[in-house]
């Protein structure tokens, strides 16, 4: 829990933070991947965590920090997720 969740201050709430340093996954690590041969689908780290962040019945904040510098090709696909 943050400071003022614990002082049960009006307004805040607890907060679960996520870190992510993309810079050491691959972006097919980070989103997923599709292989065509089988037409399965791999879950990458983000689609792992924005899962467990919708499933959770406790009322408190989620926090996806990613902790790297900015990478051109990570930051196109993450542009494009959020597109689609």
């Not at 791999?42 to 920090?65: A, D, H, R, Y």
Request: hydrophobic residues 40%; contains cysteine; aromatic residues 10%.
């Amino acid at each position: 829990k943050t400071r003022l969740a614990k002082q049960d201050v009006e307004g805040c709430m607890p907060v679960q933070s996520y870190v992510i340093n993309a810079a050491a996954v691959s972006v097919s690590e980070l989103y997923g991947t599709y292989d065509l041969q089988t037409s399965e689908w791999k879950e990458g780290i983000l689609p792992t965590i924005f899962k467990q962040c919708s499933n959770t019945e406790i009322l408190q904040e989620m926090w996806l920090v990613f902790d790297s510098p900015v990478s051109i090709d990570w930051l196109e696909s993450m542009n494009s997720v959020m597109d689609d």
